[in-house]
């Protein structure tokens, strides 16, 4: 009998498809990868199964052959289906022990008393279950991420050693050390000779090899492969998950040529997910950067702009910028956009006007006074010129579509005539025409005295528009890409998917 | 109050627009549906139906000049302290000190009148209102250094305060003995205006300019709005909050200069009473003209509620003094509740938006959503 059996399981949001008929099959006592790239339908799997989101009518499952109802998260959990979620949804303030005991039972004495001697000891026996032997008063919040993913995984064992679950880890070595990981894959065996089935959804192709029995491969919401994992080797694999095999002679446009001015330089970044990260962009030249989710990829602009602290210097023609803080970043020249806009860009209580032109009306203030009527015909400039959508330049900021927005974005950074652009997601929730135009706006932006750095998560954009692109896996570079040369989106997705096999793991990626 | 339907309505008109592909269209002014203009001009047909109403119902006493006179003059320090407040409300913070503050400069002058009456009291008011930037600025440099919320650092400064006032009058009421040439400053009319409503006013568009038309004015409804934007857009949102609460203080220390100047009398009961009219008055102008903290918005506010306070007491006589709270505190609830209706609202609908268009979000990186003040969201 099998300890999950998932059939015909589609999905549908909004008349897109983003599963169709996926089957899964776990055996009693196996550890399973489901693997694929970002958008390929892993986690909308997984959040089914969760309950969060409901499947399209057809779909049925089983857990060790009594029916699951999907989409109902009570039934998940009484079947006997346990999450360990990428960000591990741990309470840190609390100890480990008031952690384990959120949503079991505590020992209770007399007058609903807690016996917190009882509860301690049960923690004690499930976290070593989990390969896990800290001191259960522990604060979480001082715990590493190691013992933290160690702590989750105790906690989503059952109550009782007999019985047995199917734990469903995702990406549970993201932000984890090599080191680490090898600690998290010795607890994983442990439980899968205690007879539990694991489901792991991971990037890293060589931890999946080492760990699972058998491999899903979804790719677009279908389900390409079910394969042994003796029986497939790491190119292949990397082939089923991006669908086709790497074209060498891809790369036909010619390469550019950048001025040999440097104007950004970073050096040794380091901070959150960014081990070590050093690239020059030379003034002229557009610099893409990708990585799959955890490689660094997303926290790396927001650490050259200043919005979060870094160790490591950057420097813009040739002279650093403080760390940490953005108005230092704006001084030297330094204009960044980012693709959470609603976060991190818009004001949703003032206009189009006012949204375009914050940080820098200096320039239409006369006695004091903002020129409205001076500063009102520039953002018609600015409207017509990057064919933004609006009723006006009064219009209120939240009545533009998303893509309009970013334009305005794209234009309060492009008005500071800044000496680097660095556009992080620029494109993200931006529908099909409006990428196209924010795109030809970034390429006429990189002139011959600009650069511009563009982290995406869309390998199609930085094909097209990125003179380089810069791979990152594990918080480093490890790949470069060149126009003319090797860079094409499928090269992008291989890079990317492949580079986490290309890191030593005997390093350990940590900040000196 | 249908934010949410001009909304849609609006991004209605963009999907048009960008269908057609032009680009810009001409700045044709907004079409509004007529409920929606109706509600931001809401105070200013409530103050008329009152004038109407208790017109008709008491017209020998109601509609005369100097119940007029009086409702004014009466509410100028009231309407002082409302655009105190209004000033770090813009910025996202609240000052909930500006009754104690205003409080503070009334001690002072009283006191300095009454005891030592050999200073120049017009370098006394000075004074006054400098100690109220000092403590403004305490205020500040809580919210901004030490990260104090702003509603506990102001709660917390308005009690020091009071116990500040209680030390200095020792508990008593002080009879400030102000010149005549003073006290005609807060008494006289002009122009058949009490002369205090010409600083009210003069106050009210002062602050009007560098909100509505200066770039210190949009910065801080800047950090309003998003203040993890503005500090990414370069802005110095510590300065920009600290200072507006400084400002704020300066504001409410005139108030008690014009106080002592109209009643030249310090009770301790006389400041913090004031706080929730003000703030009632700014929470519910903030859903008048522009949509968002305004100044004008608020004095119409305040005045609209002050004078149907008036019109009930005069036609249903004096022992209806329970009427100003309880009509204060239901036109502060009405007014936040239907703002909160509408906020909600828009936040359901959009995240139903976010998860069919966003089948596989990525996931946030560990940190604070970004904080929004409801209140700021009336805009």
């Known amino acids: 009998m099998n300890a999950l059996e998932i059939q015909n399981l589609s999905k549908t949001f909004s008349g897109q498809i983003v599963l169709d008929r996926v089957g899964l099959t776990v055996g009693e006592g196996e550890v399973h990868a489901l693997v694929g790239q970002n958008g390929s339908g892993k986690s909308t799997v997984i959040k089914i199964l969760a309950g969060y989101h409901a499947p399209d009518p057809g779909a049925s499952a089983a857990v060790h052959g009594r029916p699951l109802q999907l989409g109902s998260a009570t039934d998940a959990h009484t079947s006997g289906v346990r999450f360990v979620h990428q960000d591990l949804g741990l309470v840190l303030d609390l100890s480990a022990v008031e952690n384990l005991m959120l949503g079991r039972r505590y020992p209770k004495g007399f007058g609903g008393r807690i016996k917190w001697r009882d509860a301690r000891r049960v923690a004690r026996e499930t976290m070593a279950r989990a390969g896990l032997d800290i001191d259960v008063r522990t604060v979480v919040g001082d715990l590493g991420v190691a013992d933290r993913t160690r702590l989750a995984i105790a906690r989503a064992l059952p109550e009782r050693d007999d019985d047995k679950v199917v734990l469903v880890l995702d990406e549970p070595t993201a932000a984890l050390p090599a080191h680490d990981v090898d600690l998290l894959f010795g607890t994983i065996r442990r439980l899968q000779d205690a007879g539990n089935s694991i489901v792991i959804v991971s990037h890293h192709l060589d931890e999946v090899l080492g760990i699972a029995d058998t491999i899903t491969v979804l790719r677009d919401g279908k389900q390409v492969a079910t394969t042994a994992a003796h029986s497939i080797d790491h190119d292949t694999l990397t082939r089923l998950i991006v669908g086709h095999a790497l074209d060498v002679s891809a790369g036909a446009q010619a390469p550019v040529e950048a001025s040999a001015t440097p104007a950004l330089r970073l050096a040794h970044l380091c901070g959150g997910a960014v081990v070590d990260v050093s690239a020059i962009v030379y003034a002229g030249e557009i610099v893409g950067v990708a990585g799959l989710a955890g490689s660094g990829r997303e926290v790396l602009a927001s650490m050259v702009t200043g919005r979060l602290p870094r160790l490591g210097e950057v420097a813009v023609d040739g002279l650093p910028v403080r760390p940490g803080s953005p108005r230092a970043a704006l001084s030297a020249r330094v204009a960044g956009v980012s693709g959470e806009r609603a976060r991190y860009g818009t004001f949703p209580n003032l206009g189009v006007r006012q949204n375009l032109t914050m940080g820098s009306v200096a320039c239409h203030v006369r006695y004091g006074r903002i020129d409205a009527r001076k500063e009102r015909g520039e953002v018609r400039r600015w409207i017509s010129s990057l064919g933004i959508v609006t009723r006006g330049a009064d219009a209120p900021m939240t009545s533009l579509s998303g893509g309009n927005q970013q334009k305005v974005l794209v234009a309060r950074a492009l008005r500071l ?19 196209e135009q924010v795109h030809r706006i970034i390429e006429t932006g990189a002139t011959e005295d600009r650069a511009v750095l563009l982290v995406s998560t869309d390998s199609a954009e ?9 791979i990152m896996s594990r918080g480093r570079v490890v790949r470069e890409l060149r126009r003319g040369h090797d860079l094409t989106a499928d090269a992008i997705d291989h890079a990317q998917v492949a580079g986490a096999a290309a890191m030593n793991s005997q390093e350990v990626p940590t900040c000196q | ?22 680009g810009v269209k001409a700045d044709a ?38 119940t007029f006179r009086l409702t004014f003059s009466e509410g100028v320090v009231t309407a002082m302290l409302a655009l105190a407040f209004l000033i770090p409300l813009t910025a996202g913070a609240y000052d909930l000190s500006v009754g104690a503050m205003m409080g503070l400069s009334l001690v002072v002058m009283n006191h300095f009148s009454a005891y030592h009456s050999s200073v120049p009291i017009g370098l006394v008011a000075i004074g006054a209102i400098l100690l109220c930037c000092l403590v403004g600025l305490v205020n500040g440099l809580l919210v901004v250094k030490f990260r104090v919320n702003s509603l506990i650092a102001t709660l917390g400064m308005s009690q020091v305060l009071m116990a500040a006032e209680l030390k200095m009058s020792d508990n008593r009421q002080i009879l400030g003995s102000f010149s005549d040439g003073f006290q005609n400053l807060g008494t006289r009319n002009v122009f058949g205006l009490p002369i205090v409503m010409i600083y009210l006013l003069v106050l009210g568009a002062v602050i009007w300019f560098v909100l509505e038309h200066t770039p210190v004015g949009r910065y801080l409804f800047a950090v309003g709005g998003n203040a993890e934007a503005a500090r990414l857009a370069g802005l110095n949102v510590e300065r920009l909050t600290c200072g507006s609460l400084v400002a704020s203080a300066a504001v409410a220390g005139i108030a008690g200069v014009v106080y002592a100047m109209k009643i030249g009398t310090f009770s301790a009961e006389a400041g913090p009473g004031l706080l929730f009219p003000a703030l009632a008055a700014v929470f519910f102008g903030a859903s008048q003209f522009s949509r968002r903290p305004n100044v004008w918005g608020t004095l119409v506010a305040y005045f609209a509620l002050a004078f149907g306070v008036k019109g009930l007491q005069l036609a249903f006589g004096p022992g209806t003094f329970w009427i100003q709270p309880l009509f204060q505190g239901l036109a502060l609830l009405i007014a936040v509740a239907l703002a909160s209706r509408v906020v909600g609202r828009t936040r359901r609908s959009r995240r139903a938006q976010r998860e069919t268009s966003d089948p596989e979000p990525e996931p946030l990186e560990p940190g604070e959503p970004a904080g929004q003040n409801p209140v700021i969201e009336l805009a």
């Open chain 2, 29 to 66: 002014p907004p079409r509004q549906p007529i409920s929606m203009v109706l509600g931001r001009f809401s105070a200013v047909f409530l103050w008329a139906g009152f004038i109407v109403i208790f017109g008709l119902l008491k017209p020998d006493i109601f509609l005369t000049v100097s």
């Open chain 1, 462 to 470: 930085l094909a097209r528009i990125c003179h380089r692109v810069l």
């Open chain 2, 1 to 22: 109050m249908s934010v949410a339907l001009s909304q849609s309505i609006a991004s209605a008109a963009s999907e048009a627009s960008a269908t057609t592909a032009v």
């Open chain 1, 417 to 435: 005539e800044p000496r680097v652009l660095v556009l992080d997601d620029p494109t993200a929730g931006v529908d099909v025409g409006a990428r």
